[in-house]
């Protein structure tokens, strides 16, 4: 049997662990997912919500990531379910790096060995990930993937009917006797006996469903009036109160999946629930990241209002309190939306949207009504012959707009912009920027909604002028600095006041 190699006082200062402690005791949730608890009489690790009987504060250790608490010994309970635990937002430059290492990792952890790429993609080399890795969660990069795979494996064992094999494909692993090596090792029971945990159930019926957890309280439906508002007829729509969109995404053996995903909200269990078409399980680490991204779950609510609050004594009611910061599922689709909208209205753009898709999009099978295309990739629009304005001009989209368009599929398709989770937004910007048509507003937007900047911000936006008139932009910019490093909050909490 494996032996817990941290006790309290080895982890953290005593003062410290009386603070995660007391968190503990009172269940409270704006602590979910910012530490894990080791209890040391069950051998389990629980999230700070979790509902067991309450262990005695010396059986309690504390670790800041599900990865750190397994290598300690711990494995994870099956009452709260760790797996299902809200992420953290990179907010101060120190941990940035790490931060968005993890979140690149879980994206992507059904690739095979991508620390070195990872490390690249964020300006560094895999030794200096890896040093800061061990300094900020004192686990490495490998340990943490092999925890993302894992814990993957049991939100799939846990939920849904797939196969073990299935399982084990979906979330990584390169052989089912490697998953059921390492998963008996990790956790000390095989993966079969969560399945056996579970209720009788229909067989899928071409699609799976997994839960991802947030931190309450969390405005869902003001979120999915903003989705719904610029909503591309075909590629996505809001009905009944839940989001469904279409997808695709190249998969580790060179090909490309496609299908649709289904967001629907269970305040109940702080999660949302995730239906994703089967055709999609070859990439569904890619596709859960993507849901996480686009619905803003890894945000801190409470940190965001404390540093947000005082915008009601410029504006009453300016602030409140679960508002999320809108992300994007397609980042070239988000991108291109971005071009579309400059100086015309929203419901505009959407049109041009709406003709670009059924002129150039990837006609999609999904049996859902409503979901009938793939928006056109970066590498369509680059393979496009002529002259671009022969193809987009003709739709109504102005021939400088055209232009930008082809310029931002070419800087796609050669990387020459990190449009992802960067660890130096600020610097993708100033790139951007020298794109012909992109300027500050457009720029700034982009990296709000597609590489996840809290703190990009728009004072020359028109929604935020007028918010916050008769300021000029030069004033409300002055005044978005006491709204540091949330700014991108401060620009969605003045858009939903209007």
Known sequence: MRTHSQTPSEKSDPQESRVWYEAFKRKDSRFDGRFFVGVLST??????????RLPRAANCTFYDTAAEAERAGFRPCLLCRPELAPGNAPVDAKAALVYRAAKLMEENCAHGDVVREIAKRLGCTDRHLRRAFLEKFRVTPVEYMQTCRLLLAK?????????V??????AGFGSLRRFNDLFKKRYRLAPTALRKKLPDAEKNKGSITVSLGYRPPYRWQKLLDFLEFRSIPGVEKVEGGEYFRTARFATGDGREARGWVRVAHQPENRT?????????LPALPQVLSRVRHLFDLCCDPGAVHESLASMNAIKPGACVPGTRLPGSFDTFEMAVRA???????????????TRIVNAHGTPIQTGVDGLTHVFPSAGDIVALDGPIENHLCALGVTGARARTILELAKAFETGTVDFSLCAQPDAEVKKLMTLPGIGAWTAHYIAMRAMGWPDAFLETDYGVKKALAPRSSKEILALAENWRPWRGYATVNLWNTL
Not at 165 to 170: C, F
Not at 272 to 280: F, G, Q, R, Y
């Open 339 to 353: 071009v579309l909208g400059q100086q015309i209205t929203v419901k505009a753009a959407r049109t041009l949207a």
């Open 43 to 52: 051998g389990v690790y629980c999230r700070p919500v979790c509902r067991a």
């Open 155 to 163: 939100n799939l064992l846990t939920s849904t009917t797939l196969s």
């Open 272 to 280: 949302l629930a995730v239906s994703v078409d089967v055709a999609l």
């Open 165 to 170: 094999l299935n399982v084990a494909m979906a």
